[in-house]
Protein backbone atom coordinates (compact mmCIF):
# COMPACT_ATOMS: atom_id res chain seq x y z
CA UNK A 1 0.00 0.00 0.00
CA UNK A 2 1.01 3.60 -0.68
CA UNK A 3 1.20 6.17 1.92
CA UNK A 4 2.17 10.28 1.72
CA UNK A 5 5.51 11.31 2.68
CA UNK A 6 7.72 14.31 2.96
CA UNK A 7 11.65 14.03 2.00
CA UNK A 8 13.98 15.66 3.67
CA UNK A 9 16.67 17.63 2.10
CA UNK A 10 17.35 20.29 3.65
CA UNK A 11 15.40 22.65 1.09
CA UNK A 12 12.35 23.76 2.88
CA UNK A 13 11.35 26.62 0.21
CA UNK A 14 10.77 24.11 -2.40
CA UNK A 15 8.70 21.27 -0.31
CA UNK A 16 8.07 18.29 -2.62
CA UNK A 17 5.88 15.23 -1.19
CA UNK A 18 5.53 12.25 -2.72
CA UNK A 19 3.72 8.70 -2.48
CA UNK A 20 5.80 5.48 -1.47
CA UNK A 21 4.86 1.95 -0.69
CA UNK A 22 4.87 1.04 2.93
CA UNK A 23 3.88 -2.08 5.03
CA UNK A 24 1.67 -1.97 8.07
CA UNK A 25 3.36 -3.58 11.03
CA UNK A 26 2.56 -7.36 11.48
CA UNK A 27 2.65 -7.08 15.81
CA UNK A 28 -0.12 -4.95 17.25
CA UNK A 29 1.15 -3.57 20.70
CA UNK A 30 -0.95 -3.84 23.66
CA UNK A 31 -2.87 -0.84 23.42
CA UNK A 32 -2.75 -0.58 19.51
CA UNK A 33 -5.53 -0.46 17.16
CA UNK A 34 -5.61 -1.50 13.31
CA UNK A 35 -7.73 0.47 11.78
CA UNK A 36 -8.88 0.88 7.50
CA UNK A 37 -8.68 4.23 6.94
CA UNK A 38 -11.90 5.92 5.15
CA UNK A 39 -10.44 9.46 4.83
CA UNK A 40 -7.99 11.56 5.46
CA UNK A 41 -7.74 15.54 5.84
CA UNK A 42 -4.56 17.47 4.57
CA UNK A 43 -3.13 20.05 6.83
CA UNK A 44 0.28 22.08 6.58
CA UNK A 45 3.03 20.68 8.05
CA UNK A 46 5.18 22.42 10.59
CA UNK A 47 8.98 20.97 9.79
CA UNK A 48 10.63 23.43 12.64
CA UNK A 49 8.51 21.99 14.95
CA UNK A 50 10.20 18.81 13.94
CA UNK A 51 13.16 19.72 14.37
CA UNK A 52 12.75 21.22 17.70
CA UNK A 53 11.13 17.85 19.17
CA UNK A 54 14.18 16.15 17.53
CA UNK A 55 11.82 14.04 15.46
CA UNK A 56 13.67 14.34 12.07
CA UNK A 57 14.05 11.34 9.69
CA UNK A 58 14.53 10.71 6.35
CA UNK A 59 10.79 10.64 5.59
CA UNK A 60 8.42 12.24 7.76
CA UNK A 61 4.76 11.06 7.56
CA UNK A 62 2.14 13.65 6.13
CA UNK A 63 -1.60 13.39 7.04
CA UNK A 64 -2.17 12.75 10.43
CA UNK A 65 -6.44 13.62 10.54
CA UNK A 66 -7.96 9.95 9.79
CA UNK A 67 -11.23 8.65 9.95
CA UNK A 68 -11.69 4.74 9.39
CA UNK A 69 -13.03 1.25 10.58
CA UNK A 70 -10.91 -0.92 14.04
CA UNK A 71 -10.31 -4.16 12.12
CA UNK A 72 -8.72 -5.21 14.94
CA UNK A 73 -7.79 -4.42 18.58
CA UNK A 74 -4.70 -4.92 20.82
CA UNK A 75 -5.07 -7.18 23.70
CA UNK A 76 -5.59 -4.80 26.51
CA UNK A 77 -7.64 -2.51 24.29
CA UNK A 78 -10.86 -1.18 26.68
CA UNK A 79 -11.97 1.29 24.63
CA UNK A 80 -12.77 0.47 20.89
CA UNK A 81 -13.73 -3.07 19.30
CA UNK A 82 -14.10 -4.56 15.48
CA UNK A 83 -16.11 -2.44 12.88
CA UNK A 84 -15.77 0.48 15.34
CA UNK A 85 -16.31 3.34 13.22
CA UNK A 86 -13.57 6.22 14.69
CA UNK A 87 -12.03 9.18 14.16
CA UNK A 88 -8.19 10.32 15.35
CA UNK A 89 -4.96 12.53 15.10
CA UNK A 90 -1.84 10.42 14.34
CA UNK A 91 0.70 11.34 16.79
CA UNK A 92 3.33 13.75 15.91
CA UNK A 93 6.45 10.77 15.74
CA UNK A 94 3.89 8.21 13.59
CA UNK A 95 5.72 6.29 10.90
CA UNK A 96 2.59 5.79 8.99
CA UNK A 97 1.17 8.20 6.71
CA UNK A 98 -2.68 9.07 7.37
CA UNK A 99 -2.68 8.05 3.63
CA UNK A 100 -1.86 4.34 4.15
CA UNK A 101 -5.31 2.40 3.81
CA UNK A 102 -4.60 0.75 7.14
CA UNK A 103 -2.82 2.21 9.92
CA UNK A 104 -1.85 1.23 13.45
CA UNK A 105 -2.48 4.23 15.76
CA UNK A 106 -3.21 3.93 19.68
CA UNK A 107 -6.30 4.02 21.50
CA UNK A 108 -5.78 6.62 23.28
CA UNK A 109 -5.27 8.88 20.03
CA UNK A 110 -9.13 7.78 18.58
CA UNK A 111 -12.60 8.72 19.64
CA UNK A 112 -15.82 7.06 18.35
CA UNK A 113 -17.23 8.46 15.07
CA UNK A 114 -21.32 9.60 15.17
CA UNK A 115 -23.33 7.11 13.33
CA UNK A 116 -24.52 10.48 11.16
CA UNK A 117 -21.70 11.99 10.67
CA UNK A 118 -19.78 11.51 7.09
CA UNK A 119 -16.28 10.35 6.64
CA UNK A 120 -15.01 13.80 5.14
CA UNK A 121 -16.46 16.14 7.80
CA UNK A 122 -15.01 14.11 10.88
CA UNK A 123 -11.74 14.22 9.49
CA UNK A 124 -11.61 17.90 8.24
CA UNK A 125 -13.09 19.07 11.81
CA UNK A 126 -11.00 17.22 13.70
CA UNK A 127 -7.76 19.01 13.90
CA UNK A 128 -9.24 22.66 13.11
CA UNK A 129 -12.05 22.03 15.93
CA UNK A 130 -9.07 20.86 18.88
CA UNK A 131 -7.36 24.46 17.67
CA UNK A 132 -10.60 26.12 18.47
CA UNK A 133 -11.13 24.75 21.37
CA UNK A 134 -7.30 25.43 22.74
CA UNK A 135 -7.51 28.59 21.90
CA UNK A 136 -11.26 29.50 23.05
CA UNK A 137 -11.19 27.26 26.47
CA UNK A 138 -7.94 26.37 27.17
CA UNK A 139 -6.26 29.34 26.96
CA UNK A 140 -9.01 32.13 26.90
CA UNK A 141 -10.78 30.90 29.28
CA UNK A 142 -13.23 31.88 26.96
CA UNK A 143 -17.22 33.48 28.47
CA UNK A 144 -20.72 34.14 27.52
CA UNK A 145 -20.95 38.23 26.73
CA UNK A 146 -17.29 38.95 26.08
CA UNK A 147 -16.23 39.96 22.69
CA UNK A 148 -14.03 37.75 20.70
CA UNK A 149 -11.40 39.28 17.35
CA UNK A 150 -11.00 36.16 14.82
CA UNK A 151 -8.09 37.52 12.31
CA UNK A 152 -8.54 35.99 9.17
CA UNK A 153 -12.17 34.65 9.59
CA UNK A 154 -12.41 32.69 6.49
CA UNK A 155 -9.63 29.94 7.08
CA UNK A 156 -10.93 26.81 7.89
CA UNK A 157 -9.67 27.35 11.52
CA UNK A 158 -11.18 30.60 11.91
CA UNK A 159 -14.47 29.67 10.26
CA UNK A 160 -14.67 26.75 13.90
CA UNK A 161 -13.60 29.22 16.17
CA UNK A 162 -16.62 31.31 15.14
CA UNK A 163 -19.26 28.90 15.25
CA UNK A 164 -17.99 27.87 18.87
CA UNK A 165 -17.92 30.96 20.02
CA UNK A 166 -21.34 31.63 18.66
CA UNK A 167 -22.53 28.80 20.14
CA UNK A 168 -21.38 30.06 23.95
CA UNK A 169 -22.91 33.63 23.73
CA UNK A 170 -19.65 35.05 22.45
CA UNK A 171 -20.00 38.42 20.26
CA UNK A 172 -17.51 37.65 17.42
CA UNK A 173 -15.67 40.21 14.87
CA UNK A 174 -13.48 38.75 12.04
CA UNK A 175 -11.22 40.04 9.21
CA UNK A 176 -11.93 39.17 5.74
CA UNK A 177 -9.17 39.30 3.36
CA UNK A 178 -10.55 39.29 0.30
CA UNK A 179 -13.78 40.82 -1.02
CA UNK A 180 -14.59 36.89 -1.59
CA UNK A 181 -13.53 36.23 2.24
CA UNK A 182 -16.16 38.95 2.76
CA UNK A 183 -19.10 37.72 1.07
CA UNK A 184 -18.19 33.94 2.83
CA UNK A 185 -18.27 35.56 5.95
CA UNK A 186 -21.62 37.75 5.82
CA UNK A 187 -23.21 34.23 4.17
CA UNK A 188 -22.34 32.58 7.34
CA UNK A 189 -24.18 35.53 9.15
CA UNK A 190 -27.14 35.59 6.71
CA UNK A 191 -27.36 31.75 6.94
CA UNK A 192 -27.77 32.06 11.07
CA UNK A 193 -30.81 34.88 10.31
CA UNK A 194 -32.75 32.47 8.31
CA UNK A 195 -32.29 29.74 10.89
CA UNK A 196 -34.37 32.48 13.12
CA UNK A 197 -31.54 32.31 15.34
CA UNK A 198 -31.61 35.11 17.58
CA UNK A 199 -28.02 36.19 17.19
CA UNK A 200 -25.83 36.92 14.02
CA UNK A 201 -22.13 34.81 13.74
CA UNK A 202 -20.72 37.46 12.89
CA UNK A 203 -20.94 41.12 14.75
CA UNK A 204 -19.21 42.74 12.02
CA UNK A 205 -16.65 41.67 8.96
CA UNK A 206 -13.87 43.74 8.76
CA UNK A 207 -12.29 44.83 5.50
CA UNK A 208 -8.60 44.72 6.25
CA UNK A 209 -8.59 44.30 1.92
CA UNK A 210 -9.62 47.86 2.08
CA UNK A 211 -7.55 50.65 3.59
CA UNK A 212 -10.94 52.34 4.28
CA UNK A 213 -11.22 50.17 7.34
CA UNK A 214 -8.95 50.76 10.00
CA UNK A 215 -8.55 47.11 12.12
CA UNK A 216 -8.25 49.44 15.69
CA UNK A 217 -11.13 51.73 15.11
CA UNK A 218 -13.87 49.05 13.88
CA UNK A 219 -12.51 46.73 16.99
CA UNK A 220 -13.33 50.01 19.22
CA UNK A 221 -16.50 51.29 17.81
CA UNK A 222 -17.89 47.77 18.14
CA UNK A 223 -16.99 47.85 21.93
CA UNK A 224 -17.99 51.62 22.63
CA UNK A 225 -14.12 51.99 23.27
CA UNK A 226 -13.72 49.17 26.01
CA UNK A 227 -11.44 46.61 23.20
CA UNK A 228 -11.98 43.07 22.56
CA UNK A 229 -12.00 40.45 25.59
CA UNK A 230 -10.25 37.71 23.71
CA UNK A 231 -8.03 38.15 19.94
CA UNK A 232 -6.79 35.14 17.81
CA UNK A 233 -4.20 35.77 15.39
CA UNK A 234 -3.03 33.95 12.15
CA UNK A 235 0.22 35.64 12.10
CA UNK A 236 1.16 39.62 13.32
CA UNK A 237 4.01 41.94 12.00
CA UNK A 238 6.52 42.20 14.28
CA UNK A 239 7.94 45.40 12.20
CA UNK A 240 6.71 48.29 10.29
CA UNK A 241 8.22 46.91 6.64
CA UNK A 242 7.36 43.52 5.97
CA UNK A 243 7.47 41.76 2.89
CA UNK A 244 3.99 41.01 0.83
CA UNK A 245 2.47 38.27 1.82
CA UNK A 246 2.31 39.71 5.49
CA UNK A 247 0.48 42.52 4.55
CA UNK A 248 -3.33 41.58 5.99
CA UNK A 249 -1.42 40.56 9.23
CA UNK A 250 -1.88 43.06 11.66
CA UNK A 251 0.83 45.09 13.38
CA UNK A 252 1.06 43.27 16.91
CA UNK A 253 0.99 47.23 18.61
CA UNK A 254 -2.47 47.18 16.82
CA UNK A 255 -3.53 43.97 18.58
CA UNK A 256 -2.05 45.28 21.65
CA UNK A 257 -3.70 48.55 21.48
CA UNK A 258 -7.34 46.89 20.49
CA UNK A 259 -7.27 44.51 23.53
CA UNK A 260 -9.46 45.02 26.82
CA UNK A 261 -8.56 45.28 30.17
CA UNK A 262 -8.27 41.41 31.27
CA UNK A 263 -7.69 40.63 27.81
CA UNK A 264 -6.31 37.97 26.31
CA UNK A 265 -4.07 37.53 22.99
CA UNK A 266 -3.99 34.11 21.81
CA UNK A 267 -1.20 33.96 19.29
CA UNK A 268 0.34 31.44 15.95
CA UNK A 269 3.40 33.78 15.80
CA UNK A 270 5.84 31.39 17.10
CA UNK A 271 8.67 34.01 16.90
CA UNK A 272 6.61 36.87 18.85
CA UNK A 273 8.83 39.53 20.16
CA UNK A 274 7.20 41.68 22.67
CA UNK A 275 9.57 45.43 23.65
CA UNK A 276 9.20 46.69 26.76
CA UNK A 277 6.90 48.87 26.24
CA UNK A 278 4.85 46.55 24.21
CA UNK A 279 5.01 44.36 28.25
CA UNK A 280 4.33 47.76 29.77
CA UNK A 281 0.92 48.19 27.70
CA UNK A 282 0.12 44.80 28.50
CA UNK A 283 0.63 45.25 31.85
CA UNK A 284 -1.32 48.51 32.43
CA UNK A 285 -3.65 46.64 31.10
CA UNK A 286 -3.50 43.41 33.17
CA UNK A 287 -4.05 41.33 29.65
CA UNK A 288 -2.06 38.66 28.45
CA UNK A 289 -0.52 36.91 25.60
CA UNK A 290 -0.44 32.71 25.22
CA UNK A 291 0.68 30.77 21.95
CA UNK A 292 -1.40 28.07 20.47
CA UNK A 293 0.23 24.65 19.67
CA UNK A 294 -2.60 22.22 19.65
CA UNK A 295 0.21 19.60 19.10
CA UNK A 296 1.13 19.80 23.49
CA UNK A 297 -1.80 17.44 23.51
CA UNK A 298 -0.21 14.57 21.56
CA UNK A 299 3.68 15.97 22.04
CA UNK A 300 3.29 15.47 26.16
CA UNK A 301 1.95 13.30 28.23
CA UNK A 302 -0.14 14.96 30.28
CA UNK A 303 -3.79 16.03 30.17
CA UNK A 304 -4.68 12.85 27.93
CA UNK A 305 -8.03 12.89 29.55
CA UNK A 306 -8.46 16.09 28.36
CA UNK A 307 -7.65 15.60 25.04
CA UNK A 308 -9.76 13.21 24.43
CA UNK A 309 -12.98 15.00 26.27
CA UNK A 310 -12.42 18.06 23.72
CA UNK A 311 -11.89 15.28 20.50
CA UNK A 312 -15.17 13.62 21.69
CA UNK A 313 -17.14 17.08 22.14
CA UNK A 314 -15.80 18.15 18.36
CA UNK A 315 -17.54 15.19 16.95
CA UNK A 316 -20.65 16.24 19.26
CA UNK A 317 -20.58 19.86 17.87
CA UNK A 318 -20.28 18.21 14.29
CA UNK A 319 -23.00 16.31 14.95
CA UNK A 320 -25.59 18.66 16.14
CA UNK A 321 -24.44 21.21 13.24
CA UNK A 322 -22.36 23.66 15.53
CA UNK A 323 -19.71 22.95 13.52
CA UNK A 324 -19.96 22.93 9.71
CA UNK A 325 -16.80 22.62 8.08
CA UNK A 326 -15.40 24.28 4.71
CA UNK A 327 -14.49 21.91 2.39
CA UNK A 328 -13.25 21.44 -1.05
CA UNK A 329 -14.24 18.50 -3.41
CA UNK A 330 -12.78 14.98 -1.94
CA UNK A 331 -9.34 14.23 -4.30
CA UNK A 332 -8.47 10.96 -5.02
CA UNK A 333 -5.22 9.42 -3.12
CA UNK A 334 -3.19 9.75 -7.03
CA UNK A 335 -3.88 13.99 -6.49
CA UNK A 336 -2.67 13.82 -2.68
CA UNK A 337 0.84 14.83 -3.92
CA UNK A 338 -0.10 17.98 -5.76
CA UNK A 339 -3.21 18.90 -3.36
CA UNK A 340 -0.47 18.50 -0.40
CA UNK A 341 2.01 20.58 -1.95
CA UNK A 342 -0.99 23.57 -2.43
CA UNK A 343 -1.75 22.86 0.92
CA UNK A 344 1.73 23.67 2.37
CA UNK A 345 1.99 26.67 0.57
CA UNK A 346 -1.55 28.23 1.61
CA UNK A 347 -2.99 28.25 -1.58
CA UNK A 348 -6.21 26.72 -0.49
CA UNK A 349 -8.89 28.29 1.29
CA UNK A 350 -10.77 25.39 2.60
CA UNK A 351 -9.89 22.10 4.01
CA UNK A 352 -8.38 18.94 1.59
CA UNK A 353 -9.82 15.84 2.77
CA UNK A 354 -8.41 12.13 0.49
CA UNK A 355 -10.90 9.90 0.27
CA UNK A 356 -9.45 6.43 0.27
Same mark, same amino acid.
Given at each position: ??????????????????????????????????????????????????????????????????????????????????????????????????? $?????????? +????????????????????????????????????????????????????????????????????????????????????????????????????????????? $??????????????????????????????????????????????????????? +?????????????????????????????????? +?????????????????????????????????????????????????
Amino acid at each position: MKGLYYKADGDKADVKFLLQDTNVPINIGNHQVKVQVKSCALSPVDFELFEDLKLEREHIAVGREITGVVLQVGPRVTFFHPDDEVVGILPLDAEQSGL $CSVVLIDEFN +LVPKPEKVSWLEAAAVIKDGLRAYTALHTLARMASGQTLLVLDGASPFGVLAIQLANYYGVKVLATAHSPEDQKFLEELRSAAVARNVEETLLARVIRVWDTKDDLVEA $CLEETGGLGVDIVIDSGVRLFDEEPEPQRYKPHKHDLLTLLSVGGHWVTTEQHLQ +LDPPDSHILFLKAASVSFLNDEVWTASRAKLGRY +LHILKDVMEKLRTGVFRPQLEESVPLYDATVSMEMVQRKQVRKRIVVKL
